[in-house]
């Protein structure tokens, strides 16, 4: 599978901002607006991740509310793949399975509807969301795939916080493509 070189890394990771002590005091939050508003830099991310996935047999792309929806909805276009969302608490209309997650301060729950994979056994699901912290999320998003009868064949993440471990608990479970570290 195709992966970006060192140059190319460089040139993407250097179209996200990062803005401190957002949301709160001690975050260093990556701002990937400035990678969306950027036409070369996100025809550039489109077109690598096209050609990574281009011939894996995918039933579904998922995305994680609500960035992870950004990239998902827009690689299912390029791919002809239709989209799942997995969201925040009723949001999601119909019958939803849930999953609570640990967050550092409390937890958090994400839903699927049930229905998500249109009756399909097994169906083979990629899952897109823009950033891997803990992990936490990523986790959660998987139980919810396999609730739904489907399965996680990889997840991929725009960018990779490394010292948060996320892709060292999420590899137990799924195969995971991360295109920029930091
Ligand atoms: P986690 O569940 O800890 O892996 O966190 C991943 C989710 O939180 C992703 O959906 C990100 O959009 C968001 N997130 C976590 N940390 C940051 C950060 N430093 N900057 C931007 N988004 C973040």
Not at 53 to 82: H, Q, W
Not at 97 to 114: A, N, P
Not at 159 to 166: I, R, V
Request: proline fraction near 3%; hydrophobic fraction near 40%.
């Amino acid at each position: 599978m195709i992966t970006l070189n060192t140059k190319e890394q460089k040139y993407l990771l250097d179209t996200i901002r990062t803005i401190a002590d957002f949301p709160k005091k001690g975050i260093q939050f990556r701002d990937i607006t400035t990678l969306l508003n950027n036409k070369e830099a996100l025809s550039f991310l489109l077109n690598h991740l096209q050609e990574r996935y281009k011939n894996t047999k995918l039933d579904f792309i998922a995305g994680a509310e609500s960035r992870g929806f950004i990239f998902a909805a827009m690689l299912c276009a390029r791919l002809n793949v239709p989209f799942v969302p997995i969201r925040k608490p009723k949001k999601l209309p119909y019958k939803t399975f849930s999953c609570e997650y640990e967050l550092e301060y409390g937890s958090d729950t994400l839903e699927i509807h049930q229905d998500a994979f249109n009756g399909i056994s097994n169906a083979k699901v990629l899952l897109v969301d823009d950033l891997i912290a803990t992990g936490g999320t990523a986790i959660a998003s998987c139980e919810l795939i396999q609730k739904a009868g489907g399965q996680c064949i990889e997840s991929c993440f725009l960018l990779e916080l490394k010292d948060l471990k996320g892709v060292e608990k999420l590899s137990s479970i799924t195969s995971v493509y991360s295109i920029l570290q930091i």
